[in-house]
């Protein structure tokens, strides 16, 4: 029973031993081969395989076996931080757990609420003989924090349902039924160099404000490599400028906040007038998402090569005509951004220019179609476009039985209608959706707080309405 008094007893039970083993993201092992030892001890059919990955399988309760096979699906792995001073090694040592009235917390450390409940869960749900089932397919999969590296290699040939429940979600009474895809997309430009007695200016962007590139792409934020490059193309239609670097940002997966440009030209101060100008109208177009935000020119000690005619005008039509921002949004859901890109990283390096996107959408053909529209332009231009990282998107459903009947008993349990929402950010559903043809899925979950960091809290009596939801979804069956 649970140690510490806590009710469902058989949740909050498997949650206190998942928590005494250490399960930072790449140190999946001891947890994964709990979960398969405890399968053995309860005669569960089980697959593991190299990754730690872990699916195990009960079979039907008596006169069901014909129904459809449910999924539960949730990761092993947690976000290791700790509050500074916290002596605790956490890849050998276990949490701490506390009550702090409704909530359960872990002293100075994460809580792995993200995501330990929906293993424990899934672990009491399964032992329950007095449940009536259908097969019940519980999938574990590791290292979802640091790019769901689990769920990319998860053979998932041992599952035959097409529903699945994916209990990874941070906010009760929000079903999530849509995500989008997404990939690294590299744009590789290589240059070349002259000697130059021309005058060395740095064009210098900061103060953005930025955001992650899939929530908040479609806020009208500025982002700073792009700003850049409408500056550079403008100013050289105007005047002789040639290119000696450019830098901004530092993940493809954030809006940039600061740019800087180091160009040759012949007179600083006539570049610093244009650059005022077009910052000014900047400035005013962004007054009220980007107030920070400052341009500058000054004149920089550089070493006198920089970037041929030919290599700065490919660099500056690269930069302007490359896509950016949101580019289409969903026709299902209102307000839901469907495709979009962010050039999260540009750097300059002794041989390249090199940009970065994080390209997203949660329809493959559109993701594929804009990656070729890239591919062309860096073609065309004498470079090459380069992906990592390729995950496929989670489609919204139009029609999903069990979004309907996770609605009906969400009504039922609480009487009020639950927020259906889609997500222009990657979730595990849409690795399993690439995988499994035809998947019906909803992410959900109970009331985690400031998951991440050493505040991390779960609320009690959310995880007590979520699993009692969850038992009636499972014992309805869709």
Not at 107 to 124: E, N, S
Not at 208 to 232: C, D, F, P, Q
Not at 336 to 357: C, D, R
Request: aromatic fraction near 6%; proline fraction near 3%; include cysteine.
């Amino acid at each position: 029973m649970s140690a510490l008094g806590l009710e469902p007893s058989r949740v909050f039970y498997y949650f206190e031993e998942l928590s005494k083993i250490p399960h930072g993201s790449g140190n999946t092992k001891a947890i994964s081969d709990y979960c398969k030892n405890w399968a053995i001890e309860k005669a569960f059919e089980y697959h593991q395989d190299d990754s730690n990955n872990i699916i195990i399988i009960k079979n039907a309760s008596a006169g069901r076996e014909d129904e459809p096979a449910i999924i539960i699906q949730g990761h092993l792995d947690m976000v290791c931080e700790k509050a500074e001073g916290v002596d605790k090694d956490m890849d050998k040592e276990g949490l701490e757990l506390y009550v702090d009235g409704d909530l359960l917390k872990a002293k100075g450390t994460t809580l792995g609420g993200d995501d330990g409940i929906a293993v424990a869960m899934a672990m009491a749900i399964m032992e329950d003989e007095e449940l009536s089932h259908p097969r019940i397919e519980a999938v574990f999969s590791v290292d979802e924090e640091i790019g769901m590296l689990g769920a990319a290699v998860l053979d998932v040939s041992p599952l035959q349902g097409k529903t699945m429940l994916n209990i990874d979600s941070e906010d009760e009474g929000v079903f999530t039924v849509s995500c989008a895809g997404g990939v690294v997309a590299s744009c590789h430009l290589p240059y070349n160099t002259v000697k130059t007695d021309a005058k060395m200016a740095k064009i210098q962007i900061s103060g953005l404000t930025g955001g992650h590139s899939g929530v908040e792409i479609n806020k009208g934020r500025a982002t700073s490599n792009k700003m850049m490059a409408a500056i550079l193309k403008t100013v050289s239609e105007e005047m002789k400028i040639n290119i000696v670097s450019v830098q901004g940002g530092l993940k493809d997966n954030a809006i940039p906040v600061a740019t800087t440009a180091i160009v040759a030209c012949e007179d600083i101060e006539e570049l610093s007038k244009k650059v005022t100008v077009l910052a000014e109208a900047f400035a005013e177009k962004y007054a009220e998402t980007d107030p920070g935000m400052k341009t500058e020119v000054t004149a920089t000690e550089a070493e006198g090569i920089c970037m041929d005619d030919d290599s700065s005008a490919r660099v500056i039509d690269a930069l302007y005509s490359l896509p950016e921002g949101v580019q289409k949004m969903s026709e299902d859901v209102a307000g839901l951004v469907q495709t979009s890109l962010n050039m999260g990283i540009l750097i300059t390096t002794g041989s390249e220019v090199k940009m970065s996107y994080c390209v997203r959408s949660s329809v493959d053909a559109e993701k594929a179609k804009l990656l070729m529209l890239m591919k062309d332009k860096m073609t065309e231009l004498g470079g090459e476009l380069t992906t990592v990282g390729d995950y496929p998107g989670w489609q919204y459903r139009k029609e999903s039985p069990l979004r309907d009947l996770m609605v009906d008993i969400y009504k039922e349990q609480y009487g009020s209608e639950p927020v259906i929402e889609a997500i222009h950010a990657g979730v595990e559903c849409g690795l399993f959706a690439g995988k499994i043809p035809g998947l019906d899925c909803v992410s959900y979950g109970p009331d985690l707080k400031e998951i991440h960091t050493f505040r991390e809290s779960m609320s009690i009596s959310s995880v007590q309405r979520v699993y009692a939801m969850t038992r009636k979804i499972i014992e309805t069956g869709v």
